[in-house]
C-alpha cells in the first residue's frame, strides 16, 4: 500500500511541475502573437519600402521632414526639402515613402 501512494504522488508530482510552467507558456505565446510577430511584419514591410526608394520618390524622414528624392546610393538618400535645398541623409532614416496619388505633397511642391 505505502509504495502505490509513493507511486501515485511521484506521477501526480511530474504533471504539477508541467502546470506550473503551463501559465508562462502561454504567456510567452501570447506576447509573440500579438506584440512581436505584428512589430517583425512592420519592420520587414519598411525594409522593403525603404530598399525600394528611387529618385523622384516623395518621402517622410524620420525627423518629419517632407521632401522629395533627388540621389540614392547604397546607404544614403539625397533630399531635396526646398528648391535649392538638399540634404544627405541615411537611407534607413526614412519613415515613409508617399505614394504619388494620396494627395499628399512634400514642402517643394
Request: charged share 20%.
Amino acid at each position: 500500500m505505502t509504495s502505490m501512494l509513493i507511486h501515485a504522488q511521484a506521477a501526480s508530482g511530474g504533471a504539477g511541475a508541467i502546470m506550473q510552467f503551463l501559465p508562462l507558456v502561454l504567456i510567452f505565446i501570447v506576447f509573440y502573437w500579438f506584440l512581436i510577430r505584428p512589430q517583425q511584419k512592420r519592420a520587414k514591410e519598411h525594409a522593403a519600402k525603404v530598399a525600394a526608394v528611387v529618385r523622384g520618390d516623395d518621402v517622410v524622414t524620420g525627423g518629419g521632414l517632407l521632401g522629395k528624392v533627388t540621389r540614392v546610393s547604397e546607404d544614403h538618400v539625397e533630399v531635396e526639402l526646398a528648391k535649392g535645398v538638399q540634404v544627405r541623409a541615411v537611407k534607413s532614416t526614412i519613415a515613409d515613402v508617399i505614394p504619388k496619388n494620396s494627395g499628399k505633397t512634400p514642402a517643394n511642391d
